[in-house]
């Protein structure tokens, strides 16, 4: 007998909302001694750029919004090929034992060191070379996972929602002008939501009536001529009267143009339109890329700070209307509360084997290394209080957990049991990865939307609500990952003494670079295997810096060294079976790419944690005991003197 979604929804909340109460305050009185009248950087170092205290509300969606992105959303919509059970149970048990326990950890040591990125505090605890291969690592971290994002928005443009477009670029403008509202013209920060909110709801109606088809500019006359003449044309049959094509309506993108084609015999079109969607997701990239430039040296309240505080409210209201759909599914005994998805799969056909890639798969749902990147280089900068962390921090990754919760449950529920039968996209591994990652997008669109549409929301206006909501994240990540990287780039420049590379303009240039590289790749599924593998190594590395810092202080390390090792060992397990992969795989032009990037990151890491091990070898001490941060040498110095400039 199936079992009730609803009801998997309500325990799993209720587990991560006990979490927060109790083990949450544990950690923060008990083993980081977080304190309310210890000044943070956000006041010592303010300077209106990126130094800026800022409220809980205000953080808290900043904070989110930079961490979800693409993450919580693409990372279960794969892994439940093997099942839901063990993708809930892994989200529960992760986000709250290891990825709220990291997320903390990495807000307190950034803390200790005046705002300083993870890589950065590795050198005060380990040495100058751990820091320069925990920053060299992080680069490639980000450029991959930014890589991967730009990717996957590009798809779900083109091929998917072009109905996204029109709402996901008009709240920047909404974005700045509130920015400009509240921080230079005073005005309140209520009535400025009310109004921004207001032209987002407006936003999105229009990108519903009027989506933006790009995949059309590249295609020939014939082509938009057929397709004007398509649009509103009912679904097609075949004789046996099974749909071989569903009505041609809005948005209409080019994966579902490149159907109605085929379906009705007119392949010149169908090729045309895979030809132009090539095109047009280079144009994309291109234009994300030149986005994230901009964003990344921008005033950090002019653009990031209200545009993800807006998108906040975006993501309460989707993930309220989610669980009150799920619920009413479960009183009216509709099929979207059931979950026909098998429990367990561990052997599906062509699939990585279920263990380690789970883990590695769902990365930002129950635990993510790019969180600490988010924590020690962007909200740290405005946290007001230290006390606040608790919220930010812990609460901040169990509300992403409980997103991977209800993306799993629209997987597997409110998704139908006809993509989990034969010839589904669920039935087999390459059904999952047939369409790209924008495919695994389109499946929580739909999903989602038919657990809004047992509360009264058209179909149309979910997925649109829902594509906005998972571009918007992803778009927020974006910037605020070039932000991060252009950070880490500085920092890298200071540590070989390149002074004059370290300012905002060039290592904006170099941390786009970065990411066009891995976005340019043609192997975005096989990239999103990477960042995970990658990303959950970073998250060990961090824990384990964060479990010499707690050492040197003389207090209990174990709630971070044992989450540390399982991450560590899983993550290392995983990389190596991807790097045997990509070495037996077919000749590929990007195959060397990809094994050149996993073994100097394995490598690096394998070198970071004997460092580690050196530094625990040394004994404790070396840290002031109150968590005050100890004086610096002469390098280190030149370091906190630029760590908070432009």
């Known amino acids: 007998m199936p079992a009730d979604a609803a009801l998997v929804a309500v325990a799993a909340f209720a587990l991560l909302i006990l979490a927060y109460f109790t083990y949450g305050r ?7 001694q977080l304190r309310g009248d210890r000044a943070t950087p956000a006041h010592t170092l303010e300077d209106g750029l990126d130094y800026v205290p800022t409220r809980v509300p205000v953080l ?3 904070h989110f919004a930079s961490i979800a992105g693409l993450g919580p959303i693409l990372g279960p919509a794969i892994a439940v090929i093997w099942g839901w059970l063990p993708a809930v149970l892994w989200v529960i048990i992760g986000s709250i034992f290891i990825g709220a326990v990291h997320d903390l950890g990495a807000l307190t040591i950034s803390l200790r060191y005046k705002g300083r990125s993870v890589g950065e505090v590795c050198y005060h605890v380990m040495g100058p070379r751990a820091r320069l291969l925990a920053l060299l690592i992080i680069f490639f971290l980000m ?5 991967v994002f730009v990717n996957a928005i590009s798809g779900l443009f083109v091929s998917y929602n072009p109905d996204a477009i029109i709402p996901s670029f008009g709240l920047m403008l909404v974005a700045m002008a509130m920015g400009v509202a509240v921080y230079k013209l005073k005005a309140p920060l209520g009535l400025a939501t009310v109004v921004g909110l207001v032209a987002f709801a407006g936003l999105i109606f229009w990108g519903v009536q009027r989506p933006v088809t790009t995949y059309e500019w590249f295609t020939t006359a014939e082509t938009r001529e057929a397709l004007a003449a398509a649009r509103g044309a009912p679904a097609v049959y075949d004789d046996a009267g099974n749909a071989t094509a569903p009505a041609f309506t809005s948005p209409y993108g080019a994966a579902a143009a490149a159907e109605r084609f085929t379906a009705v015999g007119n ?6 339109i895979h030809r132009s969607v090539a095109l047009t997701r280079y144009w994309w990239i291109g234009a994300l890329l030149a986005y994230g430039f901009i964003a990344s040296v921008l005033p950090v309240w002019l653009l990031l700070q209200p545009r993800d505080y807006i998108n906040s409210f975006q993501l309460y209201f989707a993930l309220a209307t989610m669980v009150l759909g799920l619920l009413f599914a479960a009183m ?5 509360g059931r979950l026909d998805a098998a429990a367990f799969r561990p052997d599906v056909a062509g699939a990585l084997p279920w263990f380690p890639f789970l883990f590695v798969t769902v990365a930002c749902g129950a635990v993510s290394g790019f969180h600490a990147l988010v924590s020690s280089g962007t909200t740290v900068k405005q946290l007001n209080r230290e006390t606040d962390a608790l919220q930010i921090g812990f609460g901040g990754m169990l509300t992403e957990g409980a997103l991977a919760i209800l993306v799993i449950l629209a997987c597997t529920a409110g998704l139908g049991a006809v993509d989990w039968q034969a010839g589904g996209i669920y039935d087999t591994w390459s059904g999952i990865h047939g369409g790209g990652l924008g495919a695994q997008l389109s499946a929580v669109v ?9 509360i009264g929301i058209p179909a149309n206006y979910g997925t649109a609500l829902l594509a906005v909501t998972i571009v918007a994240f992803a778009m927020t990540t974006l910037d605020s990952a070039t932000r991060l990287l252009r950070f880490n780039v500085e920092e890298i420049c200071r540590s070989i003494h390149a002074e004059s590379l ?10 786009v670079a970065g990411i066009a590289f891995f976005g340019l790749v043609p192997a975005g599924k096989v990239l999103w295997v990477l960042f995970g593998t990658t990303n959950q190594l970073l998250a060990g590395l961090t824990l384990l810096t964060v479990s010499v ?3 040197k202080l003389g207090r209990p390390v174990v709630y971070t060294l044992v989450p540390m090792v399982l991450m560590l060992v899983v993550s290392i397990w995983a990389m190596v079976l991807s790097l045997i992969g990509f070495w037996t795989a077919p000749q590929q032009p990007w195959r060397w790419a990809l094994i050149g990037v996993t073994v100097i990151v394995l490598a690096m890491a394998l070198w970071l944690m004997a460092e580690a091990m050196l530094s625990f070898a040394k004994g404790r001490g070396g840290l002031v005991e109150d968590g005050r941060e100890p004086e610096p040498d002469e390098e280190g110095l030149a370091a906190v003197s630029t760590a908070h400039l432009g």
């Open 60 to 62: 808290f969606g900043h």
């Open 267 to 272: 392949a010149a079109a169908a090729a045309d």
């Open 502 to 511: 370290a300012n905002r303009y060039v290592a904006s240039a170099v941390a």
């Open 143 to 147: 450029a991959l996972a930014m890589g």
């Open 26 to 32: 544990f950690l923060a009185r008990r083993i980081y």
């Open 549 to 551: 810092f707690l050492f």
């Open 332 to 336: 009216t005994a509709s099929p979207a």
């Open 446 to 454: 739909r999903g989602g939307a038919n657990f809004l549409a047992q």
